[in-house]
């Protein structure tokens, strides 16, 4: 793309209008490096609607020609993402990739629908939720979008005694951690397994995996195996043999994860009991060995948050919770908690 101060950009509104200048200043401070200059370099944006925005992602995409695109032109969100994100019946990450899809209009060079979302949904969970974190700050600009402001239960005996609300803390989602891996381009990784000197190759964590790890953490039946799902999602081959699962494997066909899969009468389909087996009796010094790989080599993003409960003192190190009501829809949340305090008040003077 020309690096032109007069490059014109148009802009989807109720009136299309052409604008050129420098990027706009939420989109600045989200590039700026320490000494706060910008260095990045993609074209020129407005700074006048943030409708539209192109920002860089951890990790990215590599099409089947080998090349690697890492640079996303998103659109805000309009109703129909809103509809889709309001469904709780859907997984979160259902909801997130269906998002991201409509949202994206480039991926590097990729402008063709199909292909974005092959793309989309080729990407590695940290590229695709840095996606969603870029497409919450400016879908809300006006509202200051990159402030969302997050329910937190205190984990305190004193508050859970007292069966304490939930109290709100701001997080800056410009400040969440992002990191990239050491070869953004490679998607699949070769190691061998320290205590028991077999070969493993794994690949990053993809949009079934994490539907499929989803779906093992809502049931309480299967709660209790989310750690040997997350490794057992990423397998591709154990000392040569193709271990990988995909949906159909584990999940039925409303999506929950099929149970009886460490049992002799197991209905879950034998390739995903035989993966399951296999990583739930690997010694853990391996399975350690594998998450450390794992942590190392996905592009993540640092979701952890220090908040502080305002009843007792206690600092919370909570995940940053995507799947509430307010991540979307700050305006509306804050509009209806205000009515719900108004009424009990109402009700109780």
């Not at 099409?63 to 309001?86: P, Q």
């Not at 949906?247 to 149970?259: E, N, P, Q, S, Y």
């Amino acid at each position: 793309m020309a690096e032109n101060d007069q490059e014109e950009v148009e802009l989807r509104s109720a009136e299309p209008i052409k604008m050129s200048g420098r990027p706009s200043p939420f989109l600045q401070a989200v590039r700026a490096p320490q000494d706060g200059e910008a260095d990045w370099e993609y074209g020129r944006i407005t700074e006048a609607q943030p409708v539209e925005g192109i920002f860089p992602v951890v990790g990215g995409y590599v099409d089947r020609a080998g090349k690697f695109h890492n640079m996303v032109h998103l659109r805000a969100t309009s109703g129909e993402e809103e509809d889709i994100w309001s469904d709780m019946s859907l997984p979160f990450c259902v909801r997130m990739n269906e998002v991201l899809v409509r949202c994206v209009k480039r991926y590097g060079d990729i402008t063709n629908p199909g292909e974005i979302r092959q793309a989309v949904l080729g990407s590695s969970q940290g590229t695709r939720l840095d996606m969603l974190l870029y497409l919450r700050c400016f879908s809300n600009y006006e509202d200051k979008g990159w402030i969302y402001k997050m329910d937190v239960e205190c984990g305190s005996i004193i508050c859970t005694m007292a069966e304490s609300a939930p109290f709100s803390v701001d997080v800056n989602l410009y400040d969440v951690g992002r990191y990239d891996s050491p070869h953004p381009e490679q998607s699949e990784y070769e190691v061998v397994l320290p205590r028991i000197k077999v070969p493993v190759r794994w690949r990053r964590m993809t949009p079934a995996g994490d539907q499929i790890v989803e779906a093992v953490a809502a049931r309480e039946e299967s709660r209790k195996d989310v750690a040997t799902w997350g490794v057992v999602v990423r397998l591709l081959d154990y000392d040569g043999k193709d271990v990988s699962v995909g949906l159909d494997d584990v999940l039925d066909k409303t999506g929950r994860v099929i149970l009886g899969y460490g049992g002799r009468r197991s209905k879950m389909k034998p390739r995903g009991v035989e993966a399951y087996k296999l990583v739930k009796k690997m010694a853990t010094y391996d399975r350690d060995f594998l998450r450390e790989q794992f942590m190392d080599s996905e592009p993540s993003l640092d979701l952890e948050v220090s908040a502080k409960c305002p009843e007792c003192g206690m600092v919370n190190r909570v995940r940053l919770d995507l799947n509430q009501s307010g991540f979307f829809f700050p305006k509306a949340t804050s509009a209806l908690t205000k009515r719900t305090f108004s009424s009990l008040w109402t009700v109780g003077g």
